[in-house]
């Protein structure tokens, strides 16, 4: 089932458009409505003080956003920025239940959605346990091609810069950058125009 085609064709829901920068949603904010990725990439990061910020996930075109805070009823710990140009879907809280009532297999596929972010949670804190910055980044790499067909060697293009590798695994650029070149020198990687073929 095509989640973002069943919404967009849905009573009560909107479609907002964001440019890179703009915020969603902001931390402390009370999710009242679904959002939907229809197209772009968004970051979800937590910040501590003024300098200090967490990247808690990169999302993409057909994810949800926050889906679980919706539910909880409680204020979001992070704030979800468009990296790209976005449209979102947007459905309040309230037609979204009803949208699952008169759609069960809906259910069973945002269950299957937030099982792959508790998921997704559990390795992150698995990354930060590693001592091995190589390790770190395979880890990661893994993450991003696992559901790709194909799965042989430089088969994959990863989807993120070394920044945003870096700030999903708790990595500095520059250490990012280190170990992507040894694991080219490994031919664990490749690198051809700038990019990462894993």
Known sequence: MDIGQLLKDSKGVRI???LPGD???VIG???LHYYYIWEGTVELKSFAGETKKSVNSIKHSGEGLGDFIM???ERSFFSAVALSNCKILKMSK???LVLLERHPELSLRLLYDMSNG???KSLMSEIYLKDSTSEKVITILDYL???ETDQNPYS????LTRREIGNLIGMRVETVIRTIKRLEKQNVLKIIDQKIFY
């Open 71 to 73: 539910f909880t009823g």
């Open 118 to 120: 508790l998921y997704y």
């Open 29 to 31: 904010e009370r999710l």
């Open 23 to 25: 915020s969603i949603f």
């Open 145 to 147: 091609k696992r559901n």
């Open 156 to 159: 994959f293009q990863i989807p």
């Open 16 to 18: 907002d458009k964001y």
């Open 94 to 96: 309230t037609d979204f």
